[in-house]
């Protein structure tokens, strides 16, 4: 979602302007385009002069609902963070069994503390990821349902 208050920005426009952007006549993003909806349907616009703009507003972020619900965690960027935390692991797994532990103990420790240190942040950033992603998943899905229950007529 954008960082731009379009609710408040809208209040100022003029109906015409409204409808420009909501029809796709701007250099505005698709998000500021429902808000411009939004606005109108606020103002009870009479959006039978728009009703085929409307539909495909209306069927976009229904589809975008759809989407976001389907989504799956290994098609997303945070699998592929995880594939590389998977990959830290294994070779910092490989490297702790491949150390030659026959130089002095305190040096042996130290690299042992420094690999365990490693281990464990690469399995606590894999998990932090898997929270992240479905954490993200669920707010997309909120904003978005949010979105379309604003611009759905009653």
């Known amino acids: 979602m954008s960082s731009y ?7 100022s426009k003029t109906d015409k302007e409204l409808v420009e952007i909501f029809i796709g006549n701007s250099h505005l993003d698709f998000e500021a385009e429902i808000y411009a909806g939004i606005e109108l349907r606020k103002r009870n616009y009479n959006f039978i002069l728009i009703q085929e703009v409307y539909d495909q507003k209306v069927s976009s972020v ?4 759809i989407e976001s619900k389907n ?42 503390l420094i690999y365990l240190g ?9 998990k932090w990821s898997f929270n992240r992603f479905k954490l993200k998943k669920e707010k997309t899905l909120k904003e ?11």
């Open 5 to 11: 208050n379009w609710q408040n920005i809208f209040k």
């Open 62 to 65: 229904e589809r975008d609902i």
């Open 71 to 112: 989504l799956e965690f290994r098609n997303s960027k945070y699998f592929r963070n995880q594939i590389l935390y998977f990959i830290g692991i294994i070779l910092i797994v490989f490297l702790f069994i491949s150390n030659d532990f026959t130089s002095d103990h305190h040096f042996k420790l130290y690299k042992a």
């Open 118 to 126: 490693f281990l464990i942040f690469s399995i606590f950033t894999a």
């Open 144 to 154: 978005k349902e949010a979105l379309l229950k604003m611009l759905e007529l009653d």
